[in-house]
């Protein structure tokens, strides 16, 4: 089922979805070569309760296994997503890492994640992040109300494949609203007109993943971490948005953005 929120529940959304994005833009100032995945966890998780929020995906349970055992994401080259954060990952010069994290704030959720690289990165590596963010934006720019979910799939898909990289097909983002977890399911491959109609008042989480290799993926033995299947390096990027009745989408975790500015 697919919940409509009213004007004043994405307002409430909004108010978390900032909270969501001060602690990223922290944590991304705190990558570098040298720091472990744990301590990024910790600062996460520091940062959100300091905000007067709850992590959403500490102890988070799904159908694959056991409950999540940390705040944050910290998904290193070939993970797609669901890196468990250890002591034992020292990120080092050259990787990249994708940061996932999620809030909940006076019972609202927040989700929103994006890949940096750990010092100086490959040229390679630069133009995936690259085109993985422009993915999530064209994609965003299609969650119109009137269209479908297709559309917004669809632009994702073919900015991807035009870039020659593959789209994760076995992943997708996700409706959000009370749960982090709702209707309906958003895919980033697709065909224009298809799947669910987009209606003012939706909220969704939409995260394109990318790689520089195959779609495939392969599950690590931790019950949450998808990497790549062929080892090539992964991106993914996210934000909450909501369709509204005045044209292109709100984005809920990117506090006072306006369409048309920096290029968008």
């Known amino acids: 089922m697919i919940y409509i929120k009213s004007a004043q529940q994405i307002e409430a959304m909004s108010v978390a979805g900032a909270k969501l994005w001060e602690v990223l833009q922290q944590v991304k100032q ?16 520091r940062l959100i309760r300091q905000q007067g929020a709850v992590p959403s995906f500490l102890n988070y349970r799904s159908y694959r296994g056991g409950p999540y055992p940390a705040s944050l994401c910290t998904s290193v080259d070939d993970q797609i997503v669901h890196g468990i954060p250890s002591e034992e990952t020292v990120l080092t010069e050259g990787q990249i890492i994708g940061l996932d994290c999620g809030l909940i704030y006076d019972g609202w959720h927040a989700d929103s994640a994006l890949t940096v690289g750990v010092g100086k990165i490959s040229d390679a590596a630069q133009r995936l992040i690259r085109v993985a963010e422009e993915c999530f934006w064209l994609g965003a720019a299609q969650a119109i109300a009137g269209n479908h979910l297709g559309d917004v799939a669809h632009a994702v898909q073919s900015h991807a494949e035009a870039n020659g990289c593959g789209v994760i097909r076995c992943l997708s983002g996700h409706g959000i609203g009370r749960a982090l977890h709702e209707d309906p399911e958003v895919c980033n491959f697709g065909e224009p007109g298809q799947k669910a109609k987009l209606r003012s008042g939706m909220t969704f ?3 394109p993943m990318i790689c520089l290799g195959s779609w495939e993926v392969s599950e690590l033995d931790n019950g949450w971490t998808y990497t790549t299947h062929d080892g090539s390096l992964s991106a993914h990027y996210e934000h909450t948005i909501a369709v509204t009745d005045k044209g292109l989408p709100r984005i809920l975790t990117l506090p006072g953005f306006v369409w048309g500015e920096a290029g968008r």
């Open 205 to 207: 989480a939409l995260e």
């Open 30 to 45: 705190a990558v570098r070569p040298g720091i472990t995945t744990a301590s990024l966890d910790e600062l996460a998780e």
